[in-house]
């Protein structure tokens, strides 16, 4: 899946095409976070500068607009029906 792209829960979980099998997934999960996703996504990117990775981004329907900068980001995101 290319950088961007987002996936709405229940849609087909797969891992990005382009991720070799010795590459890292980075999964992290949000809520009301899209301040500091813009500091968090490039610093992991920078931490793994050379390694193989996609960052993967759980939103957790935050209202303050986190899932739509994960999708810009991110590798993957995906908003989950808040449970409350």
């Given amino acids: 899946m290319a950088q961007g792209q987002a996936r709405l829960e229940g849609e087909e979980s797969r891992v990005s095409g382009n991720l070799p099998s010795e590459g890292i997934s980075v999964v992290t999960t949000c809520y009301n976070e899209r301040e500091n996703l813009r ?9 793994l500068a050379g390694v193989p990775h996609e960052i993967i981004v759980v939103d957790d329907s935050s209202p303050d607009g986190s899932y739509e900068v994960a999708a ?7 908003r989950k029906k808040r449970e409350v």
């Fill in 39 to 47: 500091e968090l996504i490039p610093a992991i990117r920078s931490v």
């Fill in 72 to 78: 810009e980001l991110a590798d993957v995101a995906v």
